[in-house]
């Protein structure tokens, strides 16, 4: 994979690519997760299909970053991100947040994606969403900064179930101050709650698939699958012994799950 840089207004946002013939895949990480959370999928599928991840504004290597963005804007800088390397016709890979950007792509440039595969993430529209949890994503800073930043961390690794998991997300915390983890938090969770305030569609116009955790006990993620899968008639595998992180915790079951939309459900629509 081939690390490259993105200049906007506020940042710049790193993002790697492994180009090539066939269907590109978009891993897109959730809050606070660089593009490491992601290295099973890549491992799996480099060489097979296109690539790209990258590091979300704020994340990783793409910080230093204002926080002065939406939902909306995220959409935007990766749509012309994927026009300058190439990438049409993609297949979304979004794990939690990852999974709302990927849903705000859609609603912003309806028909220009081949796919998307939820990981752990939730549907952006209000109806699913009761008043009381809303208030909660637009006042998370009430939660998070009375934390200490031991408390932070160790909470922060109830997201997985496995060694592997929880290393990894040890790491990636460790790359922030206490200050930008709460900050980059506060933030994340509050254009979520602007991009479900706007009340859009959010309709996925392409082939879906819902991957969620068994042991995922991130808010009411499970409920949210469930009500979406039900609602929306959208296909939902739930993945036995992992949690929010589930490509860390069921790494070889979700790339099967992913190998098989590709070849198999892609090919059918």
């Known amino acids: 994979m081939e690390e490259r840089v993105f200049a906007t207004a506020l940042g710049e946002i790193h993002y790697w690519v492994n180009l090539g013939r066939g269907r590109p895949m978009v891993f897109l990480p959730g809050l606070t997760a660089d593009h490491g959370l992601f290295d099973k999928q890549i491992e799996a599928f480099e060489g097979e299909y296109p690539l790209l991840v990258w590091d979300a504004p704020g994340h990783g290597a793409s910080r230093p970053f204002r926080l002065e963005f939406s939902l909306w804007d995220k959409a935007g800088w990766l749509h012309t991100i994927m026009e300058q390397e190439g990438l049409k ?21 309806p028909g220009q994606a081949a796919g998307f595969i939820s990981i752990d993430s939730a549907p952006l529209q209000r109806k699913y969403l009761t008043a009381g949890e809303l208030w ?9 900064r009375p934390y200490p930043w031991k408390a932070l961390q160790k909470a922060g690794l109830a997201v997985s179930t496995t060694d592997y998991g929880r290393a990894l997300m040890a790491r990636m915390m460790a790359d922030y101050t206490k200050e930008e983890y709460v900050a980059l938090t506060v ?35 499970k409920r949210y699958n469930r009500a979406w899968a039900k609602i929306e008639g959208l296909p939902l595998v739930w993945l036995s012994g992992a949690g929010h992180n589930s490509n860390t915790d069921a790494p070889e079951w979700v790339n099967d799950l992913i190998r098989d939309f590709m070849t198999r459900r892609l090919s059918a629509d």
């Open 89 to 109: 016709r993609p297949v979304f890979v979004g794990q939690s947040m990852g999974g709302y950007v990927a849903q705000c792509y859609l609603e912003r440039y």
């Open 136 to 144: 909660l994503l637009k006042h998370a800073g009430l939660i998070y």
């Open 187 to 221: 933030h994340g969770f509050r254009i979520l709650a602007e991009a479900i305030e706007r009340d859009l569609t959010y309709r996925v116009d392409c082939p879906c698939l819902l991957l969620c955790g068994e042991k995922d006990r991130a808010g009411a993620a």
